[in-house]
């Protein structure tokens, strides 16, 4: 193990928790961005929809980028546009202005969301264990700041641009520093900033398993961001209050599953914790479907967070494994389905709840996170690959030039 390899895990984790906060900021915030710009309730689905579709092509677009420089200077600019688009959300008066300023905040993530990935993926191969969840913890608590700062803000009726300012101008140059630090592991791929990055093509049926994956992963990531707080009110009889919880320990959840799930992984391999972690959260959905009341139903959010969170970024070191020597391709095109899954999830929840019951409705992301269980094997890894049961000597990983992802 390098202390360049070293060196380089920390300033990405920095990025992953910079944009868990961001990200945080953003969706905590979207009734008082609709309020500021007096979009409509029937025009508000439509903004919420662009930021994940123009997310998806910015995330295409990496794909192609990173044939021509390396992932890390993309995820070295495009972080601050995020950062500067969410700040436009909050400074903006006319509604083509926060147009704008959510078109630049979606291209710009897509592009930051599929890069952070693929160092995440080559770091890990470089070490020679498995690491990803690590950064996947950095952005719950992310997330977890980033919505207590929104509560603050809220709490205290701050304006959006009053309470974005102060995260933006702490994190704009955090994120820029770091950014001097990170790490391609792969670095031998290229052929200086302008080179070809060598590997094989990505067979997109192979593929296809780990896309489903991430679909149902996220389906059931964006059931408990949009729909949990209704659904205590409503449906189990909550105050308002008590309904803000079940996000919170969802997310705490996630940290905590996250935080050790790389043991996990390094002692029972990802086949195990991928399949534990799809029973774990099909359990959480069954408690909270049934659930008598809402404490009872919080419970039922806990547990899915403990399970679901491990999914994610097992499925991108799956990819990763996939194609070793295409691996940024194939990272780029799965972080697509990561938007597919929030642009089905809320919807869908939704028109099932109106139509049937909400009840009803969660077991819907119930049997789609089973279905992972079918899929399962396409998370082990081959004869020449590390992290099932036994993991490879670190040193093998480091320095293997072209082939090094």
Not at 103 to 131: C, E, P
Not at 174 to 187: F, N, Q
Not at 222 to 235: E, F, G, P
Request: with cysteine.
């Amino acid at each position: 193990m390098t202390d360049e390899l070293r060196r380089g895990r920390a300033p990405l984790a920095l990025s992953f928790l910079v944009q868990g906060v961001t990200f945080a900021l953003l969706v905590t915030r979207i009734p008082a961005i609709q309020d500021r710009y007096g979009i409509s309730d029937g025009l508000l689905p439509v903004f919420l929809a662009a930021v994940p579709i123009l997310a998806g092509v910015g995330s295409v677009g990496t794909e192609w980028l990173v044939k021509r420089v390396r992932p890390s200077r993309v995820l070295r600019w495009s972080q601050p546009v995020v950062l500067l688009a969410l700040l436009g959300v909050g400074a903006g008066d006319a509604l083509w202005q926060v147009a704008v300023a959510l078109g630049a905040f979606g291209l710009a993530v897509g592009a930051l969301d599929a890069a952070m990935n693929m160092l995440g993926v080559s770091l890990q191969r470089a070490y020679g264990r498995s690491i990803m969840l690590g950064f996947h913890a950095a952005y719950s608590l992310g997330g977890i700041a980033g919505a207590s700062i929104a509560w603050a803000g809220a709490h205290w009726d701050l304006s959006l641009f009053v309470s974005y300012l102060p995260a933006v101008v702490v994190l704009l140059p955090a994120a820029l520093v770091g950014s001097r630090w990170y790490v391609d592991a792969d670095a031998g791929a290229a052929v200086g900033d302008a080179g070809e990055r060598k590997g094989g093509p990505v067979v997109f049926k192979l593929l296809l398993p780990l896309c489903l994956v991430m679909t149902f992963a996220y389906i059931g990531d964006s059931t408990v961001s949009n729909w949990s707080a209704k659904y205590l009110q409503d449906v189990l009889g909550s105050s308002e209050e008590v309904s803000t919880v079940p996000y919170n320990v969802y997310m705490v959840m996630t940290l905590l599953g996250r935080g050790l799930g790389d043991l996990g992984v390094r002692r029972f391999g990802a086949v195990a914790v991928v399949r534990v972690g799809s029973v774990v959260a099909a359990l959480g959905f069954a408690v909270v479907a049934a659930a008598p009341g809402a404490w009872t139903g919080i419970l039922g959010f806990t547990v899915l967070g403990l399970g679901l969170c491990v999914i994610v970024p097992q499925t991108f070191a799956a990819a990763g494994r996939l194609f070793p020597g295409a691996s940024d391709a194939a990272v780029a095109r799965l972080n697509v389905f990561n938007y597919v899954g929030f642009l089905i999830g809320s919807p869908l929840v939704g028109a099932l709840g109106d139509a049937w019951n909400y009840r009803g409705a969660m077991l819907v992301p119930m049997v789609l996170v089973l279905v992972t269980l079918l899929y399962a094997r396409s998370f082990a890894p081959g004869a020449d690959r590390y992290g099932d049961g036994h993991e490879r000597p670190r040193t093998v990983d480091v320095g293997r030039g072209s082939n090094g992802l």
